[in-house]
């Protein structure tokens, strides 16, 4: 069993940046795949960016790439979400996941392990 969780969130207003932190514990070695959801109020939990690991590669939805960095400390089993230029179409509460494949995944279904999430607010 992999526990995860995340600290964080917070407002910021529209251009701002934050840095997500994802703890993980337990049974750390059966996990090969972090990644970084997000589920605004009334819409579906959508993928963010996922990384890889052990090898570090890592893949990132489109409407991230370029203002999201997501990273790994793996001597502190932590994952990070840098964000910069926040638009208020970021708000949103942010959960990290652990999954067992091999590959980059960016389906929520094979994560199996979440945490309880942490807001985002971006104001204007």
């Known amino acids: 069993q992999v526990h995860v969780a995340e600290s964080g969130g917070g407002l910021v207003q529209a251009g701002g940046s934050l840095r997500l932190s994802c703890v993980v514990a337990?049974?750390?070695?059966?996990?090969?795949?972090m990644g970084w959801f997000r589920q605004a109020s009334g819409k579906e939990r959508e993928f963010v960016a996922a990384?890889?690991?052990?090898?570090?590669?890592?893949t990132y939805a489109d409407s991230q790439q370029g203002r999201f960095t997501i990273s790994r400390d793996n001597a502190k089993n932590t994952l990070y979400l840098q964000m910069s230029s926040l638009k208020i179409e970021d708000t949103a509460v942010y959960y990290c996941a652990a999954s067992r494949r091999m590959g980059l995944t960016t389906t929520p279904a094979d994560f199996g392990s979440w945490g309880q999430g942490t807001q985002v607010t971006v104001s204007s």
């Open positions: 990384i890889n690991w052990l090898g570090g590669g890592t």
């Open positions: 337990g049974r750390t070695y059966s996990w090969n795949v």
